[in-house]
């Protein structure tokens, strides 16, 4: 199997979130409250609300949980009180830096690397955007160098996480003793409409904020469990550039997802996999970023995968919904606690995200675990 430069791997993983929990069932209840004037709008919701395959999730904004009445995200007060734009884009520049803080220095102490030894920082969002942005207040509150290679990647949607961890592959494979920390931020909770259309009660019932980090870099020979990280793939799917549109509105962004795209996803990611695999048996390991619980569902299905294979990407949709860009390093860290517990060998895997486009971001990843560089001297001593 081709895995690329071999040592370029995930060093380390952290994750954080928000300090208010949403629970579906509570939340939904709430908003049937909003909707007790539309029958039909309630109806949908309350089904959608219950079959997404999210329990809870957590959001920056406290008034998300505050009643009916008086919850300006919900469809019962007037226009005048509805959140502007400008005022979500507030609290993202307020929020955002401290939930990127706290997974950056997690994914640092994971991977047991210094900040001065981070080269490249990649910051990554869809969710809001300010200037000086977010890269620049975590170079300073981080304590990183001031020659830090900045590289923001804004606005791409869901598969933006995994775009950068493919960047960053590419960056340290392609100058020796480089080290780049990825800092995904999103506060998709902030976007919330308070509509009665479908589309906006859809996009309301699933997603949630968090902030995910790694450290990517060529790994020594005494680590903690990490992905090694092999060959990548982007693709721009035929003919399904408008089934998933984020454009900026005058209450938050407006996001357009068309309930085909499992369909789509499942019909065209097979014929994508196989060029990544070129002709080798599909691997054990199946990194799916959860944008929905249909997606999901529909790759399990077309590729045959078991409850035990997709469920780091169902547990991640449970316990936090879908978390934009950041979710791939959560359903990468939940794999790997798995993989740790169960005692796992090494294991060869794939980790896929889709985004607006429609695109689709893959790599191959390897599974190694933990080396005790004691254990190894002994053993080498028993050998000779």
């Known amino acids: 199997m ?8 995930i060093l380390g993983i952290g994750t954080a979130v928000p300090a208010y929990r949403l629970e579906q069932a509570e939340t939904s209840a709430r908003l049937m409250e909003a909707l007790k004037d539309n029958a039909d709008s309630a109806r949908w919701a309350r089904r959608i609300f219950k079959q997404c395959g999210v329990e809870t999730r957590y959001t920056c904004e406290p008034n998300l949980l505050e009643p009916a009445s008086s919850c ?3 469809p019962s007060l007037s226009i005048e009180s509805i959140p ?18 706290e997974a ?9 690397v210094n900040v001065s030894e981070i080269t490249h920082l990649l910051t990554v969002s869809c969710t809001g955007q300010f200037l000086p942005g977010m890269d620049a207040a975590l170079v300073k ?4 160098s001031d020659t830090v290679n900045r590289i923001p990647l804004q606005f791409l949607g869901c598969a933006a996480g995994l775009k950068a961890v493919c960047l960053s592959k590419q960056i340290a494979a392609g100058q020796p003793g480089a080290k780049v920390l990825v800092v995904c931020v999103e506060l998709c909770t902030l976007h919330i409409q308070p509509s009665t259309e479908r589309e906006a009660l859809f996009a309301a019932s699933f997603f949630g904020d968090g902030a995910s980090s790694c450290v990517i870099g060529a790994a020594d020979r005494e680590h903690k469990g990490i992905f090694q990280l092999g060959k990548e793939h982007s693709a721009l799917l035929p003919d399904s550039a408008n089934e998933m549109v984020w454009e900026l509105g005058d209450y938050g962004f407006d996001l357009f997802l068309s309930p085909s795209i499992p369909k789509q996803i499942a019909g065209l990611i097979p014929a994508e996999a196989r060029r990544l695999l070129e002709g080798e048996p599909d691997p054990q390991l199946w990194a799916i970023h959860p944008g929905g619980r249909g ?3 529909a790759l399990q299905d077309v590729f045959g995968l078991t409850d035990e294979q997709t469920e780091p990407s169902y547990s991640v949709l449970r ?7 950041a ?14 517990t169960r005692g796992s060998g090494a294991a060869d895997g794939i980790a896929m995200a889709f985004g607006p486009g429609l695109t689709v971001e893959m790599i191959r990843i390897v599974y190694v675990p933990a080396v005790n560089r004691q254990e190894e001297l002994l053993a080498g001593k028993r050998s000779v």
């Open 84 to 101: 502007s734009t400008a005022e979500r884009m507030q609290t993202y520049k307020r929020e955002s830096v401290p939930l990127g803080l």
């Open 2 to 9: 081709e895995h690329g430069d071999s040592s370029i791997a």
């Open 141 to 144: 509150q981080l304590g990183l």
């Open 72 to 74: 300006r995200y919900f």
């Open 327 to 340: 979710t791939i390093l959560f359903v990468l860290d939940e794999m790997r606690r798995g993989l740790e």
């Open 104 to 112: 950056a220095r997690k994914a640092l102490a994971d991977a047991e």
């Open 295 to 297: 997606i999901v569902d």
């Open 319 to 325: 316990h936090y919904g879908n978390v934009s860009s």
